[in-house]
C-alpha cells in the first residue's frame, strides 16, 4: 500500500463539483445567463424542491488548517447587517424564481455559524421560510463550534427546525490543537453533543482531520477512541488540504516538515478506517462514515446519496441556491459564485444585484462527465449505454484508467466501471481519469491539494 500510496500521491481535486473551480469557462459567463438558468432549473424542477447554502464567513479566531473563506472580528455587531443582506438577497432570488418555492434542505455553513447569536440565527431562519414552504421532509443542518455553540443555540435552532447538526472536532492532542489554533477541550465537545441528543437532534456529526501538524497515528486513534465514547451518527474522516499557497496566512504558520509524510498519513487513514469499521461506521463515500440509523448511510444503501458544494447529502435537488459572500451556487446547468468580499457582497445586494462574480455554463461533454465522476463518488461505481459517449473521446478516459486497474483499483467491464475496496482511498485519482478538462489543460502552478 506503501508504494501505491507514492505513487498516487499527487495533487488532485476533490470533486465538489464537475468541472471543478480553476477550470469554469469564466470568460463566456455572464450574470444575465445565470439567472436564466436558474429561472430555467426551478421551472423544471418546481415538485422537486430546492436547496439553500448560507454562508456565514464571521470567526472570532483563525483555525490554520481551514481553507474556508472567513473574517476573523469580535465586533458582533457584524451580524445584523449580514443578516438583513443574506434576506435581501433571498429576496431577489425569490423574486427571479417567480413562485414560492418549496425548500427540501438548507445548510448553514461558515466560517462559524455560532457566531451569530441564537435569536440572530432564529431571525435569519424564519426570514427565509417567510418567503418559502417547507418539504415535508426538509432536512435543516448547520456547522457548530463546541467552544461557542451554547445550549441555547441548539434549542432555538432546533426550534425552527434544524435537526442535523456537525461539530468540528479535528483532533484532542493539545500539541495539535496549539498548532492549528482551535483548542478546545474533550469537555466541550462532549457538553454540545449530548445537549443536541437530550434536545432531540437526529444526526449529530464530528468532523475528524488526519494529517495536521505534528499529529501521530497515537493522536489519530486517542481521538478515535474519545468520538467512540460520545458516538456521534456520523463522521467526516478526511485529509487535511495544506495549501498554503493558496490560503497563506493561517497555513503558513507551519513547515512542510511538521506535517505527517505521505507515508505516515495514509497510515493513519488506514487504521483509523479499520478502528471506524470495527466500531460499527460505515464507509458510505469519500472520508465519510456513518452508523446504520443514520440517514447518510440509508442514501448510501438506496442509492440516493448526493454529493454537491455542501459535501455528501442524503437527497439531491435540481437547484441549489448559495446565499451570502463566496457562496456557490448549482442550477444543475451551470455554477455561479459570489463575490467574497463583505463589504461588495452586501453593497451589491443594497443595490438589488444578485452577487455573482464568475460561473460556469455545463456543456453535453461537461454534463455526462460529471454524472459519472458524480457516481464514482456517490455508488463506486458508474455505467453507460452503447453509443452515450459517442460525443467524447471515452477510450481516452479507459486508457487513463488502465494503470489503476493494474493496481487493483478499479475494474473496467465493457460499459461499467467499478471502485474496488482496495481503490476506495484512491478515489480522487481514479475520479481525475474522467476529468478532460484537467488533461487539457495542466496548470501552470499547483492548484490542489495531495490527493493521499
Given at each position: 500500500?506503501c508504494?501505491l500510496?507514492?505513487?498516487?500521491?499527487v495533487?488532485g481535486?476533490r470533486?465538489?463539483?464537475?468541472?471543478t473551480?480553476p477550470?469554469?469557462?469564466?470568460?463566456?459567463f455572464?450574470?444575465?445567463?445565470?439567472?436564466?438558468?436558474v429561472?430555467s432549473s426551478?421551472d423544471?424542477?418546481?415538485?422537486?424542491?430546492?436547496?439553500?447554502?448560507?454562508?456565514?464567513?464571521?470567526c472570532?479566531?483563525?483555525?490554520?488548517f481551514c481553507?474556508c473563506?472567513?473574517?476573523?472580528?469580535?465586533r458582533?455587531?457584524?451580524?445584523?447587517?449580514?443578516?438583513i443582506?443574506?434576506?435581501?438577497?433571498?429576496?431577489?432570488?425569490?423574486d427571479?424564481?417567480?413562485?414560492k418555492?418549496?425548500i427540501?434542505e438548507?445548510?448553514?455553513g461558515?466560517?462559524?455559524?455560532?457566531?451569530?447569536?441564537?435569536?440572530?440565527?432564529?431571525?435569519?431562519?424564519?426570514?427565509?421560510?417567510?418567503?418559502?414552504?417547507?418539504?415535508?421532509d426538509t432536512?435543516?443542518s448547520?456547522?457548530?463550534?463546541p467552544?461557542n455553540?451554547?445550549?441555547?443555540?441548539?434549542q432555538?435552532?432546533?426550534?425552527?427546525g434544524?435537526r442535523?447538526v456537525?461539530?468540528?472536532?479535528q483532533d484532542?492532542?493539545?500539541?495539535?490543537?496549539?498548532?492549528i489554533?482551535?483548542v478546545?477541550?474533550?469537555?466541550?465537545?462532549?457538553?454540545?453533543?449530548?445537549?443536541?441528543?437530550?434536545?432531540?437532534y437526529?444526526?449529530?456529526?464530528?468532523?475528524?482531520?488526519?494529517?495536521?501538524?505534528?499529529?501521530?497515528?497515537?493522536?489519530?486513534?486517542?481521538t478515535?477512541?474519545?468520538?467512540?465514547?460520545?458516538?456521534?451518527?456520523?463522521?467526516?474522516?478526511?485529509?487535511?488540504?495544506?495549501?498554503?499557497?493558496?490560503?497563506?496566512n493561517?497555513?503558513?504558520?507551519?513547515?512542510?516538515?511538521?506535517l505527517?509524510?505521505a507515508e505516515n498519513?495514509?497510515?493513519q487513514?488506514?487504521?483509523?478506517?479499520?478502528?471506524?469499521t470495527v466500531?460499527?461506521?460505515?464507509?458510505?463515500?469519500m472520508?465519510?462514515?456513518?452508523?446504520?440509523g443514520?440517514?447518510l448511510?440509508?442514501?448510501?444503501?438506496?442509492?440516493?446519496?448526493?454529493?454537491?458544494?455542501?459535501?455528501?447529502?442524503?437527497?439531491?435537488?435540481q437547484?441549489?441556491?448559495?446565499?451570502g459572500?463566496?457562496s456557490?451556487s448549482?442550477?444543475?446547468?451551470?455554477?455561479?459564485q459570489?463575490?467574497?468580499n463583505?463589504?461588495?457582497?452586501?453593497?451589491?445586494?443594497?443595490?438589488?444585484?444578485?452577487?455573482?462574480?464568475?460561473?460556469?455554463v455545463?456543456?453535453k461533454?461537461?454534463?455526462?462527465?460529471?454524472?459519472?465522476?458524480l457516481?464514482l463518488?456517490?455508488q463506486?461505481?458508474?455505467?453507460?449505454?452503447v453509443?452515450?459517449t459517442n460525443f467524447?473521446?471515452?477510450?481516452?478516459i479507459?486508457?487513463?484508467l488502465?494503470?489503476?486497474e493494474n493496481?487493483?483499483l478499479?475494474?473496467?467491464?465493457?460499459?461499467?466501471?467499478?471502485?474496488?475496496?482496495?481503490?476506495?482511498?484512491f478515489?480522487r485519482?481514479?475520479?481525475?481519469?474522467f476529468?478532460?478538462?484537467?488533461?487539457?489543460k495542466?496548470?501552470?502552478?499547483r492548484?490542489?491539494s495531495?490527493?493521499?
Amino acid at each position: 500500500m506503501c508504494n501505491l500510496t507514492n505513487k498516487y500521491n499527487v495533487p488532485g481535486p476533490r470533486y465538489t463539483s464537475y468541472p471543478t473551480v480553476p477550470y469554469w469557462d469564466i470568460d463566456s459567463f455572464s450574470a444575465k445567463k445565470w439567472r436564466l438558468n436558474v429561472k430555467s432549473s426551478f421551472d423544471q424542477s418546481k415538485e422537486e424542491g430546492i436547496s439553500l447554502y448560507i454562508h456565514l464567513p464571521f470567526c472570532e479566531r483563525m483555525c490554520t488548517f481551514c481553507g474556508c473563506h472567513k473574517r476573523i472580528t469580535k465586533r458582533h455587531e457584524v451580524e445584523t447587517p449580514y443578516i438583513i443582506a443574506v434576506l435581501k438577497e433571498w429576496a431577489l432570488y425569490r423574486d427571479l424564481l417567480g413562485n414560492k418555492p418549496t425548500i427540501k434542505e438548507l445548510h448553514l455553513g461558515g466560517g462559524t455559524p455560532t457566531f451569530f447569536s441564537p435569536e440572530n440565527l432564529t431571525k435569519l431562519i424564519n426570514g427565509i421560510f417567510s418567503l418559502a414552504n417547507k418539504a415535508v421532509d426538509t432536512t435543516l443542518s448547520f456547522e457548530g463550534h463546541p467552544n461557542n455553540t451554547t445550549k441555547a443555540h441548539l434549542q432555538a435552532l432546533f426550534d425552527v427546525g434544524f435537526r442535523r447538526v456537525c461539530f468540528g472536532v479535528q483532533d484532542y492532542n493539545k500539541t495539535v490543537q496549539r498548532a492549528i489554533n482551535r483548542v478546545q477541550p474533550v469537555k466541550n465537545v462532549s457538553n454540545v453533543t449530548q445537549w443536541a441528543r437530550e434536545i432531540g437532534y437526529a444526526s449529530i456529526g464530528h468532523d475528524i482531520i488526519y494529517g495536521l501538524p505534528f499529529q501521530t497515528l497515537e493522536n489519530v486513534k486517542n481521538t478515535l477512541a474519545k468520538t467512540n465514547e460520545l458516538r456521534p451518527d456520523r463522521l467526516a474522516f478526511y485529509s487535511y488540504a495544506h495549501v498554503p499557497w493558496l490560503k497563506g496566512n493561517g497555513q503558513r504558520g507551519y513547515r512542510d516538515e511538521d506535517l505527517p509524510s505521505a507515508e505516515n498519513k495514509k497510515l493513519q487513514y488506514e487504521i483509523g478506517k479499520k478502528l471506524l469499521t470495527v466500531l460499527g461506521y460505515h464507509d458510505i463515500g469519500m472520508d465519510h462514515f456513518a452508523l446504520e440509523g443514520d440517514s447518510l448511510f440509508s442514501a448510501s444503501q438506496n442509492g440516493q446519496l448526493h454529493r454537491n458544494f455542501m459535501g455528501y447529502t442524503a437527497s439531491k435537488t435540481q437547484l441549489m441556491i448559495g446565499l451570502g459572500a463566496s457562496s456557490i451556487s448549482d442550477s444543475w446547468n451551470a455554477f455561479a459564485q459570489n463575490v467574497k468580499n463583505i463589504e461588495e457582497y452586501q453593497h451589491l445586494v443594497d443595490h438589488d444585484i444578485i452577487p455573482v462574480y464568475r460561473g460556469h455554463v455545463l456543456n453535453k461533454e461537461d454534463k455526462l462527465i460529471r454524472k459519472h465522476i458524480l457516481n464514482l463518488m456517490c455508488q463506486f461505481e458508474t455505467s453507460w449505454e452503447v453509443g452515450q459517449t459517442n460525443f467524447i473521446d471515452f477510450q481516452h478516459i479507459i486508457d487513463n484508467l488502465t494503470e489503476l486497474e493494474n493496481d487493483g483499483l478499479v475494474k473496467v467491464g465493457s460499459n461499467t466501471i467499478r471502485v474496488t475496496e482496495k481503490g476506495r482511498p484512491f478515489i480522487r485519482n481514479i475520479s481525475m481519469a474522467f476529468d478532460l478538462k484537467l488533461q487539457r489543460k495542466k496548470p501552470e502552478t499547483r492548484l490542489f491539494s495531495m490527493t493521499v
